[in-house]
């Protein structure tokens, strides 16, 4: 007997079978019950969640012996050729392989003819964004007027390739992406008709790496099985995916907390000689902080992480140990890293970096208070006074782009006391702002200008921040702590003299000791 993979073999038979797709279901059953069926439809959504099945589904139920129906049998002659794609009257078209003009000229002119043996001839028509502007055309008018006993059901991954002139001849209906939990309970059903010895952890690493598509996780735990002898272990999941553990995901992120740069960096270089993607790991990361924020703001809701509850316990443990800025400050970081990788053409030592910067975090310490003196009365100068000023000053000081230096009642320390503050406020407002300032030091105050330094390596920080929207949300993130109009100056750093690399901070010999390094002077 021939085998039959699971994707296919438990593909949905009815409405009812349907995974995760209620809204669309409940719309369908409702235009049946009613009568009130559309000549066409699109089925939009991400690959592998129920469109094509859903669409047959429909054709069955249109074409059912005992049909229009909202439950078809299954068993008459009508219902089993359309589950064997066999129908004369269920036309399944692959709009990637027939794209052209004359494809849907053969189309327009069978439509004509009227169905062989059911109620509907029913088109489906799956990638239909890939037909060509000519084709789209030509289906215009067949479209918009179709026979009686016509029905068209387009299915796309990308509805917004789809010309508006089709779009608004359509009724639209979206399909999401499965959850997590949805694709478990399904592989859950999978596995015990089956007979299949799984962990339940097996299956929640499959739902993670389905990303959303019941069909992918389905094809996966196939695979695995066809893989494994016997019961199916994490570790065959984690090997032939190449996944990288809930646990250790928890372990790093815990290395991270407990501020141990040297057990994150030991972590890290299991899970590189494990063979896992370096690639695949970062994302992962960023995922456990973004579900740390999720978990810390909604006290462990699964529904808004789309984990199981066991999972989501853990992660309110964790979060707790974490403030908001200190997970602000990771997606920070971890989200420039590829950013970095490009220009150092090396994922593994920038990641390694920005994990050690991440165990080396100081929650940043509120600066203090700073009280402004009461503002002087205004004067009105005398008009004599106002008179004597040189007029070509006055065109001199015009021609300036930024205001003169003013008297300010700070100081340069005061400023170094709440920059840490300053660079967290900005994440909350613009992330790469946050980001390119951070590599940088404020050098000088001299009247209300303040000038940032930055290593000369690093031109396009400077570059960036000199644009005139993010110097303003610099200037007002700098008044918001410390009630002071300052004027933002950048500039490159002079070549950095080896003593003073020595003295640069905590991190600088951290990444030394961690890559066994010193400092050498050029030339």
């Not at 069909?215 to 735990?221: F, P, V, Y």
């Amino acid at each position: 007997m021939t085998y039959t993979v699971f994707a296919l073999k438990w593909r949905p038979g009815n409405f009812d079978d349907v995974i995760g797709q209620k809204n669309v279901v409940t719309t369908l059953k409702s235009a049946i019950q009613k009568n009130r069926l559309a000549h066409a439809y699109l089925f939009a959504g991400p690959r592998g969640i129920g469109k094509t099945s859903t669409a047959r589904i429909l054709a069955k139920a249109l074409n059912c012996k005992s049909g229009p129906t909202l439950e078809p049998c299954g068993k008459c002659s009508s219902c089993l050729e359309i589950s064997q794609s066999r129908s004369l009257d269920v036309i399944e078209i692959d709009g990637a392989s027939n794209t052209g003009v004359e494809d849907v000229r053969s189309l327009r002119e069978n439509v004509k003819f009227a169905p062989t043996s059911g109620k509907y001839k029913i088109y489906i028509i799956d990638e239909v964004h890939m037909l060509s502007t000519a084709a789209f055309n030509a289906l215009l008018k067949t479209l918009e007027e179709p026979p009686e006993f016509v029905k068209f059901i387009f299915a796309t991954t990308h509805p917004d390739k789809i010309p508006s002139t089709v779009l608004s001849r359509c009724q639209r209906l979206d399909f999401r992406r499965i959850s997590v939990i949805e694709i478990i309970s399904q592989l859950e059903k999978i596995v015990k008709n089956e007979k299949i010895e799984v962990d339940r952890e097996v299956l929640f690493a499959i739902a993670k790496a389905s990303d959303g598509s019941l069909r992918d996780g389905e094809s996966i735990l196939d695979q695995l099985v066809s893989f494994s002898k016997g019961k199916v272990s994490l570790k065959d999941v984690i090997s032939v995916l190449g996944l990288v553990e809930q646990d250790a995901l928890f372990e790093i992120t815990g290395k991270i907390i407990d501020r141990d740069p040297k057990a994150v960096l030991d972590l890290f270089n299991k899970i590189s000689e494990e063979g896992k993607d370096i690639s695949v790991f970062l994302n992962n990361l960023i995922e456990h902080y973004r579900n740390l924020m999720i978990a810390k703001v909604t006290k462990g809701d699964a529904k808004l992480i789309d984990l199981p509850q066991e999972i989501c316990d853990r992660l309110m443990q964790q979060s707790q140990r974490l403030g908001m800025d200190e997970i602000f400050n990771a997606f920070n970081i971890l989200a420039n890293t590829l950013e970095m990788a490009r220009r150092l053409d090396s994922l593994r030592i920038t990641l390694e970096v920005n994990l050690i910067r991440l165990a080396n975090y100081k929650k940043a310490q509120a600066g203090p208070e700073i009280k402004q003196p009461p503002l002087p009365p205004l004067k009105e100068e005398p008009l004599k006074e106002k008179a004597a000023i040189n007029i070509k000053e006055i065109h001199k000081e015009q021609k300036k782009i930024e205001p003169p230096e003013e008297t300010v009642n700070i100081t340069l320390d005061d400023i170094k006391n709440v920059w840490q503050n300053v660079i967290e406020s900005l994440s909350r407002i613009k992330m790469s702002v946050s980001t390119y300032l951070s590599e940088g030091e404020p050098l000088s105050l001299e009247g209300n200008h303040l000038t940032v330094s930055f290593p000369k390596s690093h031109s396009l920080h400077k570059e960036v921040l000199e644009g005139r929207e993010n110097k303003e949300i610099i200037e007002q993130s700098l008044f918001d702590l410390l009630n002071t109009r300052l004027r933002m100056r950048f500039i490159l750093s002079v070549e950095t003299k080896p003593k003073e690399a020595e003295e640069g901070g905590h991190f600088v010999q951290t990444v030394l000791d961690a890559f066994h390094g010193r400092l050498i002077k050029e030339g």
